[in-house]
């Protein structure tokens, strides 16, 4: 089987890693000279409009998936005249909108923080009378990592503020006096079956996920898999998918979703009986899904900017280093770290190693 992935970046390497031992086969569309997932299968050089590639890429692959939702809604449906796409183009539709999503949350019943709707400065304005500061302004679409969005906590920082984000629809978030941040990544397949991961619990710095850590029994495991199991069936959804939450008066409010294999399960690839990958290769090809159930204790550690000593990094034990291949750049993930341990107390005396190498 021939897996078309639009996107060559790390997950479209992972996934083909994964995909590798089950005889499948990749090409990946991307516009980079240098897409970091090129040397594990052909790479179509090419806009993520351009509709000749995409016509080419649909003729010589059995299935399509993406790697990340910037990828334009329209390109999927264009593709889903030739091949079959998972996600759907509708999953995509919604889920890069910060507004579409927003809005299936509050009809499907899940918690979310106070939002508007921003389409002038003046909208801005209405909505913070209304919401309150501190607030958050993010564009509907395309942001990530921290981009396209900034903190309002006093008058001061509304002014203007629609300009300096471009100009573009955006979405204003009241600030969540959150506990903690977690995920939940879960995979379902084209005859509905659904399987989650446990609960992750994640640390962020400048926006940037950094640290992700599997959850021991976590009490909230059973109302999150409750929420995504809502989304995941409105979406009549295939192949995994991420879901963000804010954790709340001993409760959860969504955050946002990813319609792909996700930063915070980079941990499932040594620490779970089946990867996030392998799980989102599998459902995407109607195969029997694998086993979500963790192996030991495990985290992730991302690596931000540049990749510390090879050396030093494998000679840790419990330490799997995930190289990208990618140049190293100031903000931009180049690798990870991926710890498996057999207690929780391990796991923290791991974790505390690698960031000192980070740190040095």
């Not at 593709?79 to 909108?97: G, H």
């Amino acid at each position: 089987m021939k897996i078309g992935v639009i996107g060559g970046g790390q997950l479209g390497r992972m996934l083909a890693l994964a995909g590798t031992p089950l005889g499948m086969n990749f090409a990946f569309l991307d516009p980079a000279p240098d897409a970091c997932a090129a040397p594990l299968g052909e790479h179509l050089r090419a806009d993520y409009g351009d509709q000749d590639h995409l016509r080419q890429l649909a003729d010589e692959v059995d299935l399509v998936t993406f790697e990340f939702e910037s990828v334009p809604a329209e390109t999927v449906a264009f593709l889903s005249q030739f091949v079959p796409v998972y996600p759907s183009a509708e999953a995509l539709r919604i889920a890069r909108d910060r507004l579409f999503e927003k809005s299936m949350f509050r009809d499907l019943g899940i918690p979310t923080p106070a939002f508007a709707d921003i389409l002038s400065q003046a909208d801005l304005d209405a909505a913070v009378a209304s919401i309150g500061l501190p607030a958050v302004l993010k564009t509907r679409t395309l942001g990530y990592d921290g981009k396209g969005q900034k903190v309002l906590r006093s008058a001061e920082d509304v002014v203007g503020t629609f300009a300096e984000l471009g100009s573009v629809p955006c979405l204003l978030e009241g600030f969540v006096p959150f506990t903690g941040e977690v995920s939940l990544v879960a995979v379902r397949g084209r005859d509905g079956e659904t399987r989650f991961y446990p609960l992750v619990h994640n640390t962020h710095e400048s926006g940037i996920l950094r640290l992700s850590v599997a959850s021991e029994d976590h009490p909230l495991q059973s109302l999150a898999e409750d929420y995504v199991g809502r989304v995941l069936k409105q979406l009549d959804y295939v192949g995994v998918m991420a879901f963000e939450f804010f954790e709340v008066d001993g409760g959860l409010k969504a955050n946002e979703i990813a319609p792909r294999v996700h930063n915070s399960g980079h941990w499932t690839i040594e620490g779970a009986e089946c990867s996030q990958f392998q799980n989102h290769l599998r459902a995407i090809a109607g195969l029997p899904l694998g086993s979500t159930a963790k192996v030991g204790e495990s985290a992730m550690l991302n690596f931000i900017g540049e990749v510390p000593a090879v050396d030093k990094i494998v000679a840790l034990d419990d330490c799997h280093l995930h190289h990208y291949g990618k140049a190293f750049k100031v903000g931009r993930k180049v690798g990870h770290a991926t710890l498996r341990c057999s207690d929780m107390a391990t796991l923290q005396d791991k974790i505390a190693e690698v960031e000192a190498l980070i740190a040095g």
